[in-house]
C-alpha cells in the first residue's frame, strides 16, 4: 500500500481541488516573456486530469524570490499554460483576496484559476512544521473554499513551506502525477541498486554532494563516487593535490573549507572508491588548456581534463546503475562544456539504468537531445539531491502524515 494518497484515491468530479505545482521558469527580466516552459509541460499532465475528471481546479504556484529580476506575477504562466493544455486558463492577480476567493467559488466543473505568485505572500518563505503553517493566512483563507489538496511540485518537496505543508493539515491531500512519478521511480532505484553502482557529482553546491557521498558510501549503495566541478576540486585539495591559490580562495571565499575536512574523513575512510580529476581544463591565454593534477598553475579550473573524461566514461559505461547530479564545469562556455556534454552521452550511451538529478545537469541533457536516452530525469534538483542522502522530504512527509 502507498504511504500517501494520489488522485486515484479521491472522487473529484463538481469537487474544488488545489493543486501545488512548481512551474518556476527562467523569464527574461525585461520582457517578463517565460524562456523555458519545461516545468510547465511537466505540470500540464496532472491540471489536466484533474480537469478532464471535472474538477473546479484552482492552481497555486511561485515564480523566483523576493528580490530577484525574474520575480514576476504569474500572467504569462497562465497565457502560457493555456497553450499548452489547449484550455483556457484563467488568472486572477491576487491569492485570497474578496476577487480571487470569488473567482474560486464561481469556478464551473473542468475550469482552471491560477492563482498569484505564492511568494508575493510574506509568510511563505518561512519554514515551519505544517501545523504552524496551517495557521497561515493563506492556509486558513483557502482552506474552506477547496475540498481536496493535490501536491505536485517534487522540486519544490524539500521546503517547508506554507502552500506546500499547510494545507495536508486539515484538508484531504494527495499527491498529483508529477510527485508521484518521482517518488516512485527514484525510492525504487535507490531500493533495488546493481552493482557496479556509480555516483557522478558536480556542480556548485558542495555540501549536497557532500551529504549524498557520505550517505551512499556509508549504506553500500555506491561503489565508485566520479567527483567534478568544485565538489572535484574540493576532493583533490582534501586529497592533498595543490590546486592553486586561486581554486583554493574560490572555495574558501564559499564557506567551503570545512567541505574540504570532511571530503578528507571520506578519503580515509572509504579510499579509491572516491575519484577525483586526473588532470583539469583551464584558461590560459584565451584558450583551453589540459594539464595533469601534479602541475596545476594558479589559474582557474573550469572543466576536468580529457584524461578524466575517458576514465569517468569508462566507469560510467561499465556501470549498471548511474546518478548524476551537478555538471563537471562551466558548461555554458563551449571550451569547458566538454567534460559535462562526454560524461551525459557516455551515460546516454550506456546500458544501465542513468538517473539524472535536476537542475543544470537536466538542462545540459535536454539541451543535447539526449532526456529520452536517460532512464530518468529528475525535475527536481533539491528535493531528488535530498534523497539520494537520505533524507525526508517535508512535503511528502506531510501527505504521508495527512494519510494517517
Same mark, same amino acid.
Given at each position: 500500500?502507498?504511504?500517501?494518497?494520489?488522485?486515484?484515491?479521491?472522487?473529484?468530479?463538481?469537487?474544488?481541488?488545489?493543486?501545488?505545482?512548481?512551474?518556476?521558469? $527562467?523569464?527574461?527580466?525585461?520582457?517578463?516573456?517565460?524562456?523555458?516552459?519545461?516545468?510547465?509541460?511537466?505540470?500540464?499532465?496532472?491540471?489536466?486530469?484533474?480537469?478532464?475528471?471535472?474538477?473546479?481546479?484552482? %492552481?497555486?504556484?511561485?515564480?523566483?524570490?523576493?528580490?530577484?529580476?525574474?520575480?514576476?506575477?504569474?500572467?504569462?504562466?497562465?497565457?502560457?499554460?493555456?497553450?499548452?493544455?489547449?484550455?483556457?486558463?484563467?488568472?486572477?492577480?491576487?491569492?485570497?483576496?474578496?476577487?480571487?476567493?470569488?473567482?474560486?467559488?464561481?469556478?464551473?466543473?473542468?475550469?482552471?484559476?491560477?492563482?498569484?505568485?505564492?511568494?508575493?505572500? /510574506?509568510? *511563505?518563505?518561512?519554514?515551519?512544521?505544517?501545523?504552524?503553517? /496551517?495557521?497561515?493566512?493563506?492556509?486558513?483563507?483557502?482552506?474552506?473554499?477547496?475540498?481536496?489538496?493535490?501536491?505536485?511540485?517534487?522540486?519544490?518537496?524539500?521546503?517547508?513551506?506554507?502552500?506546500?505543508?499547510?494545507?495536508?493539515?486539515?484538508? $484531504?491531500?494527495?499527491?498529483?502525477?508529477?510527485?508521484?512519478?518521482?517518488?516512485?521511480? %527514484?525510492?525504487?532505484?535507490?531500493?533495488?541498486?546493481?552493482? $557496479?553502482?556509480?555516483?557522478?557529482?558536480?556542480?556548485?553546491? $558542495?555540501?549536497?554532494?557532500?551529504?549524498?557521498? *557520505?550517505?551512499?558510501?556509508?549504506?553500500?549503495?555506491?561503489?565508485?563516487?566520479?567527483?567534478?566541478?568544485?565538489?572535484?576540486?574540493?576532493?583533490?585539495?582534501?586529497?592533498?593535490?595543490?590546486?592553486?591559490?586561486?581554486?583554493?580562495?574560490?572555495?574558501?571565499?564559499?564557506?567551503?573549507?570545512?567541505?574540504?575536512?570532511?571530503?578528507?574523513?571520506?578519503?580515509?575512510?572509504?579510499?579509491?572508491?572516491?575519484?577525483?580529476?586526473?588532470?583539469?581544463?583551464?584558461?590560459?591565454?584565451?584558450?583551453?588548456?589540459?594539464?595533469?593534477?601534479?602541475?596545476?598553475?594558479?589559474?582557474?579550473?573550469?572543466?576536468?581534463?580529457?584524461?578524466?573524461?575517458?576514465?569517468?566514461?569508462?566507469?560510467?559505461?561499465?556501470?549498471?546503475?548511474?546518478?548524476?547530479?551537478?555538471?563537471?564545469?562551466?558548461?555554458?562556455?563551449?571550451?569547458?562544456?566538454?567534460?559535462? *556534454?562526454?560524461?551525459?552521452?557516455?551515460?546516454?550511451?550506456?546500458?544501465?539504468?542513468?538517473?539524472?538529478?535536476?537542475?543544470?545537469?537536466?538542462?545540459?541533457?535536454?539541451?543535447?537531445?539526449?532526456?529520452?536516452?536517460?532512464?530518468?530525469?529528475?525535475?527536481?534538483?533539491?528535493?531528488?539531491?535530498?534523497?539520494?542522502?537520505?533524507?525526508?522530504?517535508?512535503?511528502? *512527509?506531510?501527505?504521508?502524515? /495527512?494519510?494517517?
Amino acid at each position: 500500500m502507498a504511504e500517501f494518497n494520489t488522485i486515484d484515491d479521491f472522487d473529484i468530479e463538481n469537487k474544488t481541488v488545489l493543486v501545488r505545482v512548481d512551474i518556476n521558469a $527562467p523569464v527574461d527580466p525585461s520582457s517578463g516573456i517565460i524562456l523555458d516552459d519545461t516545468r510547465l509541460k511537466l505540470h500540464a499532465r496532472t491540471i489536466k486530469e484533474l480537469s478532464n475528471k471535472g474538477a473546479k481546479v484552482v %492552481i497555486l504556484a511561485h515564480q523566483s524570490r523576493p528580490g530577484k529580476k525574474d520575480f514576476t506575477t504569474l500572467s504569462q504562466h497562465a497565457d502560457a499554460l493555456s497553450d499548452i493544455l489547449n484550455l483556457r486558463v484563467k488568472y486572477v492577480d491576487s491569492l485570497f483576496s474578496s476577487s480571487a476567493k470569488e473567482a474560486i467559488r464561481n469556478l464551473k466543473p473542468h475550469d482552471i484559476l491560477l492563482l498569484e505568485n505564492a511568494r508575493f505572500f /510574506s509568510e *511563505e518563505t518561512l519554514s515551519r512544521t505544517p501545523l504552524e503553517q /496551517s495557521k497561515t493566512i493563506l492556509v486558513r483563507q483557502l482552506s474552506p473554499l477547496i475540498d481536496y489538496f493535490v501536491n505536485d511540485a517534487f522540486a519544490a518537496a524539500h521546503r517547508s513551506q506554507a502552500s506546500l505543508v499547510g494545507f495536508t493539515v486539515n484538508t $484531504p491531500s494527495a499527491a498529483g502525477r508529477v510527485m508521484e512519478d518521482e517518488l516512485t521511480i %527514484i525510492q525504487s532505484a535507490l531500493d533495488n541498486v546493481e552493482h $557496479p553502482c556509480v555516483f557522478l557529482l558536480g556542480g556548485m553546491k $558542495p555540501e549536497d554532494s557532500i551529504e549524498v557521498m *557520505e550517505n551512499v558510501l556509508s549504506n553500500g549503495t555506491a561503489d565508485s563516487i566520479l567527483t567534478t566541478g568544485i565538489v572535484g576540486n574540493i576532493v583533490l585539495w582534501a586529497a592533498g593535490v595543490d590546486i592553486g591559490q586561486v581554486n583554493k580562495d574560490f572555495i574558501a571565499g564559499r564557506g567551503y573549507e570545512d567541505m574540504v575536512v570532511k571530503a578528507k574523513d571520506l578519503i580515509e575512510r572509504f579510499g579509491d572508491k572516491v575519484k577525483y580529476p586526473l588532470d583539469v581544463a583551464c584558461e590560459i591565454d584565451g584558450e583551453r588548456v589540459d594539464i595533469d593534477n601534479d602541475k596545476i598553475p594558479n589559474e582557474a579550473i573550469f572543466d576536468i581534463g580529457v584524461k578524466t573524461i575517458a576514465f569517468y566514461a569508462k566507469e560510467i559505461r561499465e556501470a549498471k546503475y548511474i546518478f548524476a547530479n551537478g555538471p563537471a564545469g562551466v558548461f555554458e562556455d563551449p571550451k569547458f562544456a566538454m567534460g559535462t *556534454e562526454d560524461l551525459i552521452n557516455a551515460m546516454a550511451t550506456s546500458n544501465g539504468f542513468s538517473l539524472i538529478g535536476g537542475g543544470h545537469i537536466a538542462a545540459a541533457t535536454a539541451g543535447l537531445g539526449l532526456e529520452d536516452q536517460m532512464s530518468h530525469l529528475s525535475s527536481g534538483g533539491g528535493a531528488c539531491i535530498s534523497m539520494l542522502a537520505g533524507k525526508k522530504l517535508a512535503a511528502v *512527509e506531510a501527505l504521508k502524515n /495527512s494519510r494517517k
